[in-house]
């Protein structure tokens, strides 16, 4: 019996993993062909999807690959060490990725809060820093960033930096700060 392999070139590019994680996003991916991203490549025998195909029905699913160790996934033909790492590396982060926990969050209820967040680092700054918070919907920091810095008495800071930043953070809201490391505050700015 003669084994017909196809080489991943002769599939069409709208078939191949990657191409459709580019064009649909890896969520519209199977396990089968996340498993042949992270495979990179077949054998000369076989094709990358041939491989991960295997590979997938090795461990009959999912749940078992989860435990495979690094014995198992060589023992595989076409499998060598630099794949089966990386597929216990991918395992791993997906391990992580899935007891990740936010950390607890700074809320900020008035302007002093926003001040004490801040105040500690800001106070023996030598130049003008211009700082902002980026607040989710419970008024919690997510993000913190210096924007700018000045000089001893001078910030210029353009909207555009700020907004940036605020989209790319979905931020609820925004606090803008800035020291005054000369000593002398102008008010009405």
């Known amino acids: 019996m003669t ?23 890896a969520g519209h991916l199977s396990n089968q062909e996340l498993i042949a991203i992270i495979l990179g490549s077949g054998t000369r025998k076989e094709s990358v999807q041939e491989l991960a195909r295997r ?9 078992m690959l989860r435990e495979a160790t690094l ?26 990725l899935s007891q990740f926990k936010e950390p607890d969050r700074y809320v900020v209820r008035s302007p002093d809060d926003a001040a ?4 500690e680092e800001m106070r023996l700054l030598k130049q003008e820093h211009f700082v902002t918070l ?8 997510v993000h913190r960033q210096t924007i700018f810095i000045g000089s001893l008495n001078a910030s210029i800071v353009h909207p555009r930096e700020v907004f940036r930043e605020a989209v790319k953070r979905s931020a609820a809201s925004i606090i803008c700060i800035h020291n005054h490391p000369s000593g002398v505050r102008l008010y009405g700015h």
Do not use: W
């Not at 004490?116 to 105040?119: D, G, R, S, Y």
């Open 116 to 119: 004490e967040f801040v105040m």
């Open 134 to 141: 980026f607040l989710n919907t419970k008024n919690q920091i």
């Open 71 to 96: 014995e198992e996934l060589k023992s595989i033909e076409g499998i060598g060490e630099v794949k089966a790492v990386g597929i216990l590396a991918a395992l791993e982060l997906g391990n992580r």
């Open 3 to 25: 084994s017909l392999h196809v080489k991943m070139k002769d599939i069409p590019k709208e078939d191949r993993p990657r191409e459709r994680l580019i064009e649909c996003g």
């Open 55 to 63: 590979v997938y029905k090795h461990f009959e699913g999912l749940a």
